[in-house]
């Protein structure tokens, strides 16, 4: 079999998908406390300035009221979203592509002129989402892996692969 290799490019599919496995693997109380309170007070705010707009009580207090509404529930919505822009805006351009090369003992990870191996006995967890895997280490630190730029195997040969040479079983991130 030929050298499996993988390129990840760190469009804003594949950032919001990290930003959801990141959040659900490692801070899931966080993200569930910080969308309660946007959807909490967004709804609050909302119909609070809808009522008082509507009572006649005045319509600029009611406005001042649902602007901040409307922010927190935007915020709700599109939570991952705006994770994903954030992180974008902070990539530099030679973060964007990251190759991968799976050797016998080590992944061999290049990223612009620098590289970096990644033992497989490092592995911590092995993630599955619809777009990647996710490799995540001991130390907190996790590679992407890109499932529609593998070369030299398909992806049940990564898969198998990657369990062989880890000891790990993936598994599988459901995100809506």
């Known amino acids: ?87 974008s805006r902070n990539m530099k351009p030679e973060q964007r592509i990251n190759d991968f090369y799976f050797e016998e003992k080590h992944i061999l990870a290049c990223q612009g002129k620098e590289t970096a191996k990644y033992h497989y006995n490092q592995c911590y967890k092995l993630l599955e989402a619809e777009n990647s895997f996710y490799f995540i280490m001991n130390n907190g630190q996790g590679l992407v892996l890109d499932k529609q730029h593998i070369s030299g195997g398909s992806v049940n040969d990564l898969r198998r692969y990657l369990e062989d040479k880890t000891g790990e079983t993936f598994v599988r991130m459901k995100i809506k």
């Open 1 to 87: 079999m030929a050298k499996i290799k993988t390129r990840t490019e760190y469009d804003f599919k594949h950032l919001v998908e990290l930003q959801q496995v990141a959040y659900r693997t490692f801070a899931a109380k966080q993200v569930l406390r910080k969308k309660a309170f946007c959807l909490a007070w967004g709804s609050c705010c909302l119909g609070m300035g809808a009522f008082i707009a509507s009572q006649g009580y005045g319509i600029i207090l009611g406005l001042l009221l649902m602007i901040p509404g409307v922010f927190l529930m935007l915020r709700y919505v599109f939570f991952y979203h705006l994770l994903a822009w954030g992180a």
